[in-house]
Nanobody
């Protein structure tokens, strides 16, 4: 059974940091690209970051480039999203997703498996 379980969300002040984690199981994590997406109320799901399986090549949305960092730990089947210099517009539910044999695409339709998400709220 495929599972993606996110954690680490919460309430943080503007300028603060959070580290999201995603625990993966039930599929070949080491040969899957992993992505983070977010969805704010009333908005479409938005690409945040992705990491490819072969060379761990990373891709970021322009809105988070330089502030967010995606990484993975193959041994632990974990993917992380370090978020720094958070802004109110980063407020959303953050989902991790898996794309077996993928390259780290920014399109949600490329990803086969999704987690339920974790809420991130940036507010003073």
């Amino acid at each position: 059974q495929v599972q993606l379980v996110e954690s680490g969300g919460g309430l943080v002040q503007p300028g603060g940091s959070l580290r999201l984690s995603c625990a993966a199981s039930g599929f070949s994590f080491s040969t899957s690209a992993m992505g983070w997406f977010r969805q704010a109320p009333g908005k479409e799901r938005e690409f945040v970051a992705a990491i490819s399986w072969r060379y761990s090549t990373t891709t970021y949305a322009d809105s988070v480039k330089g502030r967010f960092t995606i990484s993975r730990d193959i041994a632990k089947n974990m993917v992380y999203l370090q978020m720094n210099s958070l802004k109110p517009e980063d407020t959303a539910v953050y989902h991790c997703a898996a794309d077996p044999w993928g390259t780290g695409d920014s399109r949600p339709e490329s990803y086969n498996y999704w987690g339920q998400g974790t809420q991130v709220t940036v507010s003073s």
